[in-house]
């Protein structure tokens, strides 16, 4: 099994590529939602290293916004905690999807929390600044400080992008991404 981890900046359209390579993707994102709506367990250790923070569940996203904004060491708490539960689901994914040739890994902490093998494949995914900051303020939950706090836990994007097999430039056009996956795709089948 081929292993791609998808690297790039906060919405510079990792999720968007991930889907277009047609393999079964685990979308790291998507996964902390679940914990977060079902997880009765993060919840309960949640609320217990962020008593003043976390009241409600499912968990509310503003509370963990209200908790990341208020002291930049409770963002490390809630990597420590989410992360664990993030790989265990990423094992069962990967274990579902052995006999699959290829397989995304969509995790923004990839590299930082040391996820990635030797022989993965990391391609970076990279856009304008002006795309980004105009797809970012789209966002329902867009906050310019809690944005600084997660760019500020991951490793510098020239460093990720120098650790990348492949880049793929997003102007966020269906067309090009495709293009680019299929020139990846024929380098490495």
Request: hydrophobic residues 40%; glycine residues 4%; aromatic residues 8%.
């Amino acid at each position: 099994m081929i292993k791609i981890g998808i690297l790039g900046d906060i919405g510079s359209g990792k999720s968007y590529v991930a889907k277009n390579f047609g393999c079964p993707v685990f979308n790291a994102d998507l996964e902390v939602s679940k914990l977060y709506k079902k997880d009765k367990k993060i919840f309960n250790k949640l609320k217990k290293i962020l008593p003043g923070y976390i009241f409600s569940f499912p968990i509310n996203k503003k509370e963990i916004a209200n908790a990341i904004l208020a002291n930049k060491s409770n963002l490390k708490k809630i990597v420590k905690i989410v992360h664990f539960e993030i790989k265990k689901k990423m094992n069962i994914f990967l274990n579902k999807n052995r006999n699959k040739k290829i397989v995304i890994l969509d995790i923004p902490l990839l590299l930082e929390k040391r996820i990635n093998k030797k022989n993965d494949i990391l391609i970076f995914v990279q856009s304008k600044r002006q795309d980004i900051l105009k797809r970012l303020k789209k966002r329902k939950n867009y906050n310019i400080a809690l944005l600084n706090k997660f760019k500020n836990i991951q490793l510098p994007l020239d460093y990720k992008k120098k650790k990348s097999q492949f880049v793929i430039k997003n102007n966020f056009t269906k067309k090009s991404v495709k293009r680019n996956i299929i020139n990846i795709l024929k380098k490495i089948l």
